[in-house]
């Protein structure tokens, strides 16, 4: 079965630091999108990332940024300058292969971020 | 702008009963998607849509039935009720394939 892998359930960050939340992901298609989402305690789903596969550049948004490696299926991300409203589930997400449209996401389980004042 | 709303917010049912997720998004978005979290999971894809009319099965669609009878709304139905449904639901709408997912703030269903 098709996978989006993220390695970490949990990851802690002082306040101003810097941290990487890491995900690998096994689609077959060439081009391509992937995202970051971010669910805070509220539930709400909302958009940190977006990097097109074609790009050969990184996405960044301000203080969030990817490290996008597309030979090896790996798409990390780094958020700088943490603040403690980043603290929120993280998930990656990439598509889905095996319906009729590139829409389709599939998801990873999460990262729980912490960040400690 | 509402964005993307879905109703109700919480909801239990007894097993065997049905009932409709509604989910209602004003940005004239051609696809739309149904998820369903589970409590430690990511998302999982129950059903999609690419346009009025047009919908297809995504990763887990066994239980649930949808309809997009316009643009605007795309309901998820129930039938019998069954515990493994207990979950929380997301509706998203997209502008096209590739594009942010806009996401409602999810209905939390409980099946007892």
């Known amino acids: 079965a098709q996978t989006v892998t993220q390695s970490q359930p949990e990851m802690s960050v002082q306040e101003a630091e810097t941290v990487t939340l890491s995900c690998t992901y096994d689609?077959?298609?060439?081009?391509?999108?992937l995202f970051w989402y971010k669910q805070p305690p509220s539930r709400q789903m909302i958009l940190v990332i977006r990097q097109e596969a074609y790009k050969q550049q990184n996405a960044t948004e301000n203080r969030f940024s990817v490290n996008f490696q597309k030979a090896a299926k790996s798409f990390s991300l780094k958020i700088s300058d943490s603040q403690l409203g980043d603290a929120a589930m993280y998930f990656c997400a990439s598509p889905w292969d095996y319906g009729g449209s590139q829409g389709n996401l599939i998801f990873g389980k999460g990262t729980k971020l912490s960040v400690k004042p | 702008n509402a964005g993307v709303t879905q109703t109700p917010k919480f909801r239990i049912l007894k097993i065997g009963q049905s009932m409709t997720l509604q989910c209602t998004q004003d940005?004239?978005?051609?696809?739309m998607y149904w998820y369903r979290q589970d409590p430690g999971m990511g998302l999982k894809l129950i059903y999609y849509s690419v346009g009025a009319g047009i919908t297809d099965k995504g990763e887990v669609p066994n239980g649930y039935n949808v309809s997009r009878s316009t643009t605007e709304d795309f309901p998820l139905r129930l039938e019998l009720a069954a515990p493994s449904q207990t979950s929380v639901y997301f509706c998203?709408?997209?502008?096209?394939?590739?594009?942010?997912?806009?996401f409602g703030p999810g209905t939390r269903l409980t099946v007892t």
């Open positions: 689609t077959s298609e060439s081009d391509y999108y």
């Open positions: 998203a709408s997209s502008r096209d394939q590739g594009y942010e997912q806009y």
């Open positions: 940005m004239n978005h051609n696809y």
